[in-house]
């Protein structure tokens, strides 16, 4: 079992900047990669950013690449999602899910376990 707890979201202005964190807790928690969706009012849940077990590789939604950066600390089990330039359209509210390190980025059925959510918003 792996238990995510979001947090870091908020209201902000266009152009301005969040970062939003993942806490991560459970026996096997060293086992999982973290990835990060969102999912806006009348819409899917759809992919954000991902970073590789190991570290050396991340991927990113067209839509917020150059803008958004994903990390984790691993000596906190804990994932962060660093969040520039903000939109109006960035407004959802994002999820932290773990998938098995071995499983394929992005694909909402690879991840095993999800967090609560925490809303963003970003006025124009």
């Known amino acids: 079992q792996v238990q995510l707890v979001e947090s870091g979201g908020g209201l902000v202005q266009a152009g301005g900047s969040l970062r939003l964190s993942c806490a991560a807790s459970?026996?096997?928690?060293?086992?999982?990669?973290m990835d990060w969706f969102r999912q806006a009012p009348g819409k899917e849940r759809e992919f954000v950013a991902a970073?590789?077990?190991?570290?050396?590789?991340?991927y990113y939604a067209d839509s917020v690449k150059g803008r958004f950066t994903i990390s984790r600390d691993n000596a906190k089990n804990t994932v962060y999602l660093q969040m520039n330039s903000l939109k109006p359209e960035d407004t959802g509210v994002y999820y932290c899910?773990?998938?098995?390190?071995?499983?394929?980025?992005?694909?909402?059925?690879?991840?095993?376990?999800w967090g609560q959510g925490t809303q963003v918003t970003v006025s124009s």
């Open positions: 899910a773990a998938r098995p390190r071995t499983a394929v980025p992005g694909t909402v059925a690879e991840y095993a376990y």
């Open positions: 970073r590789s077990w190991s570290g050396t590789s991340t």
């Open positions: 459970g026996r096997t928690v060293s086992s999982y990669a």
